[in-house]
């Protein structure tokens, strides 16, 4: 049995671990429920030097890593979820503050802290290079030692810890290893029991599945129909090594700009109408967006452009020229 999908309203019901079963390369077996159950039913004897069961989940933007987090999180009897991004080290782990009152220095308990014997899930976790070394102590031995304002303590943070981060440049690249992926620390990795990598690649069967369960949730089937296919052609053309924009994120967009198309004539209900003009607005807006000086619409345009994505880029646009001007030989003028 699959926890996720009674916790997450994008979870497909044959799917088993929400969206990320779409590029989970993970085989035999599901994380959100190992996770869950090793959480509410622990083994019955542990080693005294246990440490805290950590899992650290790693890829492209997309294929649903904050779904899977809220979900672990929404089934557990003690959790705290953060987002790193908007989270300090003190945050993370105790702070010192001053009673308003007496004038004396009390300490504040973080996450970590709140979450002992519980679960702790950290999203964004690539946004906090400045905290990860305050982090080492309380993953590695299970506690957090302050010592601020004349007070010196050690609380505990026995806490399991679900990881979400997305790697340098917004696509995981096969060709770097974790570390420089995330530009994280040996240290800090080598504290993950678990490590998954998750990757979007376009999969025809798989994206129609899931496209048709997220228009099941938003859509009539009419409306549903337009907006679906749409973005199973945009997936099918997302096929660049560099990056994949085109994302479920980007259906999603849809349906809102299809809600806000009904909203305007003051209807609650998506017509086929609406979800035409919201794909006439997502063409043009792709156009703008990913339109090379050829005309040719790439998709690699989002991201920043290397020495290795120039060189493919070129070959790409002379092998173009040579099918439309169907020859193999070009001259090129050098202006000194």
Same mark, same amino acid.
């Given at each position: 049995m699959s926890f996720a999908k009674y916790f997450n309203p994008y979870v497909h019901p044959s799917m088993d671990t929400s969206l990320l079963k779409v590029n989970l390369e993970f085989e035999g077996g599901n994380l959100l429920d190992v996770v869950i159950l090793w959480h509410l039913h622990p083994p019955? %004897?542990?080693l005294p030097c246990h440490q805290p069961d950590v899992y650290d989940c790693i890829g492209d933007p997309g294929p649903g890593k904050s779904q899977l987090l809220q979900a672990a999180a929404a089934v557990s009897p003690?959790?705290?979820? @953060?987002? /790193?991004?908007?989270? $300090? &080290?003190?945050?993370? $782990?105790?702070?010192v503050v001053k009673d308003t009152m007496t004038s004396d220095y009390?300490?504040?308990?973080?996450?970590? @802290? *709140?979450? /002992?014997?519980? =679960?702790?899930?950290?999203?964004?976790?690539? %946004?906090?290079?400045a905290e990860h070394q305050a982090l080492?102590?309380?993953?590695?031995?299970?506690? @957090?030692?302050?010592? %601020?304002?004349?007070?010196?303590?050690?609380?505990?943070?026995? $806490?399991?810890i679900?990881?979400?981060? &997305?790697?340098?440049?917004?696509?995981? &690249?096969?060709?770097?290893? @974790?570390?420089? &992926? *995330?530009?994280?620390?040996?240290?800090l990795l080598s504290r993950f029991d678990l490590v998954f990598i998750l990757l979007d690649k376009p999969h025809e069967l798989l994206d129609k599945r899931l496209?048709?369960? #997220?228009?099941?949730?938003?859509?009539?089937?009419p409306a549903a129909e337009i907006l679906q296919n749409f973005y199973l052609q945009l997936r099918d053309r997302s096929t660049s090594g560099d990056? $994949?924009? #085109?994302?479920?994120?980007? =259906?999603?967009?849809?349906?809102?700009?299809a809600q806000a198309r009904a909203q305007v004539e003051l209807r609650e209900e998506i017509t086929?109408? +609406?979800?035409? /003009?919201?794909?006439? #607005?997502?063409?043009?807006?792709?156009?703008?967006?990913?339109? +090379?000086?050829?005309?040719f619409v790439d998709f690699g345009r989002s991201g920043g452009m290397n020495q290795q994505k120039e060189a493919k880029r070129f070959l790409s646009a002379l092998n173009k020229q040579s099918e439309l001007q169907q020859k193999d030989c070009f001259s090129i003028s050098v202006q000194t």
């Open positions: 019955t %004897k542990r003690r959790r705290k979820y @953060v987002c /790193d991004n908007a989270t $300090t &080290n003190a945050g993370l $782990t105790v702070a009390a300490f504040k308990a973080g996450a970590m @802290v *709140l979450a /002992d014997g519980g =679960l702790c899930c950290i999203d964004e976790f690539d %946004k906090m290079s080492l102590e309380a993953m590695e031995q299970q506690c @957090v030692s302050a010592a %601020k304002a004349g007070l010196v303590a050690s609380l505990s943070a026995r $806490t399991s679900l990881a979400a981060a &997305n790697p340098v440049g917004g696509h995981y &690249n096969r060709a770097k290893t @974790v570390d420089e &992926n *995330l530009k994280m620390s040996a240290a496209s048709e369960h #997220i228009m099941s949730v938003k859509c009539q089937k990056d $994949t924009p #085109i994302t479920a994120r980007q =259906l999603e967009s849809l349906v809102r700009l086929a109408q +609406d979800a035409k /003009d919201a794909v006439e #607005i997502m063409k043009e807006s792709l156009y703008d967006k990913y339109v +090379d000086e050829h005309g």
